[in-house]
């Protein structure tokens, strides 16, 4: 699209209407805001072709109109591959439910009658207009995410020929750098961030028998701490306790100095660094614990375009047998490059795959404000408690729960996306749904076979469950059940008109949907809304008490609740101050 056919800022819209009463009339309404253009087209029949050439943001049309009417207008603009993305709003001298169901169904993003009130036409062009751009966008990320995944392929294959040539080097050092090469392959297979450096971090400290270390990841400005471990303590991992920790990006920390530089650490003894370097050692967490940090080594993960994503930290080298050595040395070095390359090619797919998350939960959020990426991260964040708890009674090896750990996470975040396909007249009805309104709702669940139904991967299969399953009851009295969303003839997705009341019960339902069940409700109802104050603690767990075997799998809100001290630390780490964000 050019600059030429719509303006650089602002909004374009477009009124196909005969009357050029109408068009002056709209043309009034939008003049009194700056960056809203107006064109209006008299002729129906020339309006195809004009709007294919203008590409406008927000379409204006009315219903009836001689030769070539409202509807049939719109099945036109939503057949073409250059209009079908352009919203459109129908304007009716009636208002009429049979007229607005058609309207809807023929590929209309609302219903208006005339002449609305000037507040709200511009409310809601401003509306569509923002969800198209966000949508446009999210398309623009899955074509730049597509050649990154052929990039960071070809860096995979560079790298891994590269550690081919490091065979010759001495007995032990070949043998880290070989497991850190075969390591490759496995970590390419985790896709979220979070899982991901905790792994990094674990397998670093191992390969290269470090006692402790941290995990850093660049936010703006500022290195925000993602994991940290120590195995001199008992309780090894010290995330959760050094959660808020935040450090600047610049020489008065050293792993501030390895992020502005791009450059590796390594120190022999933190204690004695003398006037000239250009770091320095803060000894707080020595302070606040008794530890004593000796030798520290840190690299960068650095992105394919140079950038800095995140720091790797490790403290204090030990021997095989874990008996302390003095310093990290030149192997330690090469091999913490080695790592550090490896990584960053894992790190940049995750860090897509959560980007494209997160616009997918922003798009929801346009359509729903109840739906933030808090709320995601909580839900998920929950979910993933519950399942570590659950997956350790039931004999799961440790490989197959950090795979299962990761596809949970993405799936929890995603499981109300299907709400972008939910009109915005029932999502955002203040009132009680009716019985057509609710089964429309209920459809958000059933919009799994549309986004995930190539199944290309373990977590298409397990977003899928989660998105179809999380409205399930354990007692059979949920939804969606075994019912699937028909096509019409356009291919368009057909709602059920009539509530779904025959779900599937008991273990019937995946694993994933009835934890993430739980996790949903209880972060929905201790949230507030402008509909509702939120519930204190005790009264959403004696809800899941007296739900538990009938909404809730019993085994599974047991879990939940005697996590609850982690459950509450989740919801402190996303929301510092519990408001109506979600």
């Not at 352009?86 to 590929?107: Q, T």
């Not at 400005?221 to 010290?238: I, K, M, V």
């Not at 299907?418 to 009680?432: N, R, T």
Request: glycine share 6%; net charge negative; charged share 30%.
């Amino acid at each position: 699209m050019t600059s030429e056919q719509r303006p650089e800022q602002g909004i374009h819209v477009v009124i196909v209407d005969d009357q050029v009463i109408v068009g002056e009339a709209v043309r009034r309404m939008l003049s009194g805001d700056e960056d809203i253009t107006l064109e209006a087209i008299m002729d129906p029949s020339l309006a195809m072709d004009r709007i294919r050439a203008i590409q406008p943001n927000v379409l204006l049309v009315d219903l009836v109109m001689p030769g070539i009417d409202g509807l049939e207008l719109t099945r036109r603009l939503q057949a073409d591959e250059s209009t079908r993305d352009i919203p459109i709003i129908i304007l009716s001298s009636e208002s009429d439910v049979h007229r607005k169901v058609d309207a809807f169904e023929n590929g209309a993003s609302d219903f208006l009658v005339k002449m609305p009130d000037r507040l709200e036409l511009v409310a809601r062009v401003r509306a569509l207009a923002a969800k198209a751009i966000a949508e446009q966008q999210l398309r623009l990320m899955a074509t730049r995410l597509q050649k990154q995944a052929v990039a960071l392929d070809e860096a995979n294959r560079s790298l891994q020929a590269m550690n081919v040539s490091l065979e010759s080097d001495v007995s032990e050092q070949r043998g880290r750098l070989r497991s850190i090469a075969m390591l490759s392959n496995e970590l390419a297979r985790i896709q979220d961030i979070d899982i991901l450096t905790e792994r990094l971090l674990t397998e670093a400290r191992r390969i290269l028998v470090a006692d402790a270390g941290a995990s850093y990841l660049v936010d703006a400005d500022q290195l925000r701490l993602t994991h940290a471990q120590n195995g001199s303590f008992e309780a090894q991992d010290f995330t959760e306790r050094l959660r808020d920790w935040e450090i600047a990006i610049d020489h008065r920390s050293i792993v501030g100095w390895v992020a502005e530089t791009g450059e590796v650490a390594n120190i022999r003894d933190a204690y004695e660094l003398d006037e000239t370097s250009p770091y320095q050692f803060n000894d707080a967490f020595d302070k606040k614990y008794g530890y004593h940090t000796r030798s520290i080594m840190a690299a960068p993960l650095i992105g394919a375009t140079g950038q800095v994503m995140g720091v790797l930290q490790l403290i204090n080298p030990c021997n095989p047998d874990g008996t302390p050595r003095e310093q990290f040395d030149a192997d330690d070095e090469t091999a913490i490059r080695h790592f550090a390359s490896m990584a960053s090619v894992s790190m940049q797919n995750a860090q897509l795959t959560r980007s494209m998350i997160l616009r997918m939960i922003r798009m929801a959020e346009l359509r729903d404000p109840s739906e933030t990426g808090a709320h995601a991260n909580r839900v998920a964040e929950y979910a993933l408690v519950v399942f570590g708890e659950w997956a350790q009674r039931h004999g799961l090896t440790v490989e197959e729960r950090e795979l299962q750990r990761d596809r949970l996470r993405i799936a929890a975040m995603l499981h109300d996306v299907g709400k972008v396909a939910v009109p915005d007249m029932i999502l955002k009805k203040p009132g009680k749904l009716d019985d057509r309104e609710f089964a429309t709702m209920q459809g958000h669940t059933m919009v799994d076979e549309a986004l995930f139904d190539e199944l290309l991967s373990g977590y298409d299969e397990a977003a899928a469950e989660v998105v179809r399953g999380h409205h399930e009851r354990w007692d059979g009295k949920g939804y969606p059940g075994r019912e699937t969303l028909a096509r019409d003839d356009n291919g368009y997705l057909v709602f059920p008109t009539q509530p779904i009341r025959n779900g599937r019960e008991g273990d019937e339902i995946p694993l994933f949907a009835r934890i993430v069940a739980i996790a949903d409700v209880f972060d929905a109802l201790g949230s507030q809304r402008s509909y509702k104050e939120a519930w204190d603690d005790e009264r959403i767990l004696s809800l899941l008490r007296e739900e538990s075997g009938s909404h809730f799998d019993p085994e599974l809100v047991a879990i939940f609740i005697d996590r609850i001290d982690e459950i509450r630390a989740i919801r402190a780490k996303w929301s510092p101050v519990r408001s109506s964000e979600n």
